[in-house]
């Protein structure tokens, strides 16, 4: 998890945004945001890119879980429930299926009452390269 961390450092979006990773391991991720005013949209409610957001920084942790470069090549997300400020979210994601160069994830996001607020599937393309290159040839 340590390539991971050091990769996600570099994520300087989801770090504005203040998405915390607690956890990844092989084809699996999650992450949690607590929901401040500047989360908001005009209906006061959580904006749905916020939570496409969350979603996609899962599947990007969960997707380079091994240590190999995944992209996203298409995502979706359908939305279920409403966001409220002063509340966290966690989203949980988990690799469905695989192949050499596809994986497919799942990923739920839940407020802290454990009630579903969106469903999102991603699906990445696995490059040839490793985080640990990545990092090398594109320094901060």
């Known amino acids: 998890?340590?390539?991971?961390?050091?990769?996600?450092?570099?994520?300087?979006?989801?770090?504005?945004?203040?998405?915390?990773?607690?956890?990844?391991?092989?084809?699996?991720?999650?992450?949690?945001?607590?929901?401040?005013p500047h989360h908001l949209n005009g209906f006061r409610v959580v904006q749905g890119g916020v939570l496409?957001?969350?979603?996609?920084?899962?599947?990007?942790?969960?997707?380079?879980?091994?240590?190999?470069?995944?992209?996203?090549?298409s995502a979706s997300i359908h939305y279920i429930k409403s966001g409220r400020e002063g509340t966290t979210l966690f989203a949980e994601g988990k690799r469905t299926c695989a192949n050499t160069k596809l994986s497919s994830y799942d990923i739920v996001i839940s407020n802290d009452n454990d009630e579903k607020l969106a469903s999102f599937q991603g699906l990445v393309y696995h490059k040839k390269t490793t985080l640990e290159e990545v990092i090398r040839l594109h320094p901060d």
């Open 1 to 36: 998890m340590d390539v991971i961390k050091e990769f996600f450092k570099r994520d300087r979006f989801s770090n504005l945004v203040g998405i915390e990773l607690l956890e990844v391991k092989q084809g699996y991720a999650c992450a949690k945001l607590k929901i401040e």
């Open 52 to 73: 496409f957001t969350l979603a996609d920084v899962v599947c990007a942790a969960a997707s380079n879980s091994e240590g190999e470069l995944a992209v996203s090549i």
